[in-house]
């Protein structure tokens, strides 16, 4: 992986991660525990700060980015698909944003709640939680099925053993 320090401030992350050797992480990141970045994905906190919990995954040429005075944070058991991109939103635990899915600043994606593939969501935007948006600009679609957004996260745990 390319980790590159940025004004004295350096990504760090907890137990059991899996980052990919072409992955970037640069600036101020917090990661939690079974983290996993995939390949081509880049995280860029150098005006602000990308805060992960634990188990989240990143997949494949994803991009997280933040503003000044604004943060990306990323509950717990949050999935981004390959392509997304969040810029300074908060994604609440247990939600997946869609494969190039774009999550702008100070959005917030709810609880359980998925952003669909190739959804916009337009800066300050707040999902409820359960719910399931698409379109551009993202709109509510339908209510989420009990676990429905969740168990992308948990399959990321066993794939990411794998590597």
């Known amino acids: 992986m390319l980790k590159i320090t940025v004004k004295g401030k350096s990504p760090v992350w907890g137990e059991r991660c899996m980052i990919a050797d072409n992955a970037t992480l640069a600036g101020d990141i917090t990661m939690g525990n079974d983290c996993s970045i995939w390949f081509g994905a880049v995280l860029r906190a150098d005006v602000d700060k990308i805060v992960m919990g634990d188990r989240c995954n990143v997949q494949d040429l994803a991009c ?15 999935s981004l698909g390959h392509g997304a991109v969040v810029h300074a939103a908060t994604i609440h635990d247990g939600a997946l944003i869609g494969m190039n899915a774009v999550v702008l600043d100070h ?57």
């Open 64 to 78: 997280i980015h933040q503003t000044a005075g604004g943060a990306a944070v990323l509950g717990n058991d949050v």
């Open 107 to 163: 959005a917030e994606v709810g609880r359980g709640s998925i952003v669909a593939a190739g959804a916009v969501v337009v800066g300050g935007t707040k999902i409820p939680d359960g719910e399931i948006w698409g379109g551009i600009p993202a709109r509510f679609i339908k209510k989420t099925a009990l676990g429905q957004a969740e168990k992308y996260a948990k399959n990321y745990l066993t794939i990411k053993e794998w590597y």
